[in-house]
């Protein structure tokens, strides 16, 4: 007998007798796996999935922007927005009808807080709010990225009209002051009102 036929032999031997052969034209083992019931990891990644379908319907962007100096105030006003309005902002001329609070939270996180916050506020009728970001981590000058951001952000929000900086006692650099315009129902109201006083 040949060398190679005596390893087909022992390998035989070594399979046992319960052990066959496929039969023809199958040339796959027939294996049924029991329905489990998702992983945590599959769990986790359905999750991220579903975030990132979220994100997509959150308009803000957190691409690059240019980042604000650790020391220095951020303030926008709209175009057709009165200076007077920026000024009165500016020291807390508008009481913060509501508050977000975004200390040490990832950037991702402030946006969609910021986004969700905005949305919110403008749907309640609420024009003035407080935005709590806090300062930078240090006093060397370096600049913080969570009011750089923000202030790219509250620029695509349409609704906002300006925003300032708080003032010294109100969190000065840390937090800022929202203004947002005046909801379509609230104007309605608004023009209810004066015809009622008219009347």
Request: aromatic letters at 6%.
């Amino acid at each position: 007998m040949s060398h190679a036929a005596n390893d087909f032999q022992a390998f035989r031997e070594a399979l046992g007798t319960d052990v066959q052969p496929l039969s023809k034209g199958r040339d796959r083992a027939a294996v049924t796996r029991p329905q489990m019931p998702p992983s945590d990891a599959q769990l986790a990644r359905r999750e991220s999935a579903q975030q990132a379908r979220d994100d997509e319907r959150d308009f803000l962007s957190d691409e690059f922007v240019d980042l604000v100096g650790a020391h220095d105030p951020i303030e926008f006003r709209r175009d057709g927005i009165q200076i007077g309005v920026l000024e009165r902002l500016r020291h807390g001329g508008y009481p913060a009808e509501a508050r977000l609070h975004i200390m040490r939270m990832p950037i991702i996180e402030c946006r969609r807080a910021v986004s969700g916050f905005l949305s919110d506020a403008y749907e309640h009728d609420l024009r003035s709010v407080l935005v709590v970001h806090g300062r930078s981590r240090d006093d060397a000058g370096h600049p913080n990225v969570v009011r750089s951001y923000l202030g790219h952000w509250l620029r695509q929000f349409e609704q906002v009209q300006a925003y300032s900086s708080a003032p010294a006692q109100q969190g000065g650099i840390g937090a800022t002051f929202v203004m947002l315009r005046k909801s379509e129902r609230a104007r309605s109201r608004n023009r209810e009102r004066q015809q009622k006083r008219r009347g």
